[in-house]
């Protein structure tokens, strides 16, 4: 069994799920279960060593995928990870396209997001007294995207097609939607389309953390009449991409490993961006 302490802080995290626990050449050395005041996490956090770098894992619909979208502990994920001294996340996502040039298998680097979840979701650390505002213009960072583009640009070889940026419509879920609200999305110039992005990129954000999430298409949404969303077409396209899914994810921490100690991985740009109003340890 693996230890459920780590003695170095881990500045880099991955919130996935689907396929992206092990990546060759990533070797576990710890599990943690920290608990927050908002709870547990969705899943163990794995601690990975890479080139000697550790580099945070969490499930985010947990080890057994059994947490619908709704039912993400996203605070307790955000604090959780921060109270291991994370100050960087990609995170990973499922999407369905909105576009015809966003083909299935496709990647997108989202820039920018329109809530379309319900306000049921637990979806601020600003409460119970802590009073606090964040900007939240560009729910992403530049600096982490320009990272993903260029190791996808690499890719391209391989038969990886990754869009650099476009708006992701997040959705409540757990239902898919319906034809009207697809083709409403299209004129409101969405591109992609999940249930994940929210409120997990804002309690980053109210945390201060460099977060950019990383979308795969799995399905054309039901606005392309051709074939309408299901769950087996979700998981037949993440199965048969799940290889480009690892690679773009390996080259990014590749990267990202090292830059482990510098301003940007350290996220100083967002230091203080939430008046530093949430304890997280
Ligand atoms: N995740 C994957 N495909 C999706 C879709 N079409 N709508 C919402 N979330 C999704």
Redesign the pocket.
């Known amino acids: 069994a693996l230890p459920n302490h780590f003695d170095r802080p881990v500045h880099l995290a991955v919130i996935g799920g689907t396929g992206l626990g092990k990546i060759d050449g990533y070797v576990p050395v710890a599990a943690l279960t920290p608990t927050t005041p908002w709870g547990a996490p969705s899943s163990p956090i794995m601690i990975l060593e890479h080139a000697g770098v550790p580099i945070a894992f969490l499930a985010r619909h947990g080890l057994h995928h059994q947490l619908a979208p709704h039912e993400v502990p996203a605070r307790a994920n955000i604090a959780a990870l921060r109270s291991i001294g994370v100050r960087t996340i990609i995170a990973f996502?499922?999407?369905?396209s909105l576009r015809e040039e966003i083909k299935p298998m496709d990647f997108v680097i989202p820039d920018q997001i329109i809530d379309r979840t319900k306000g049921i979701r637990p979806f601020t650390f600003f409460e119970g007294g802590v009073v606090g505002h964040v900007g939240f213009a560009d729910p992403f960072d530049a600096s982490l995207a320009a990272v993903v583009q260029k190791c996808g640009a690499a890719m391209r070889g391989d038969g990886v097609v990754l869009h650099a940026t476009g708006t992701v419509i997040c959705?409540e879920?757990p239902a898919?939607?319906t034809r009207a609200e697809s083709n409403m999305y299209r004129s409101w110039g969405g591109s992609i389309?999940?249930?994940s992005a929210l409120p997990e990129a804002k309690l980053a954000r109210e945390a201060e953390l460099a977060y950019q999430m990383i979308c795969m298409a799995?399905?054309y949404?039901?606005w392309h009449t051709t074939d309408d969303?299901d769950v087996a077409m979700?998981m037949k396209y993440m199965d048969a991409n799940s290889k480009n899914a690892k690679n773009l994810v390996g080259a990014v921490l590749d990267e990202l490993c090292k830059l482990e100690n510098t301003d940007m991985v350290l996220a100083k740009h967002w230091e203080g961006s939430a008046q530093g109003a949430v304890k997280f340890m």
């Open positions: 996502s499922a999407v369905g959705m879920g898919f939607s389309i999940n249930m799995t399905d949404d039901c969303v979700v």
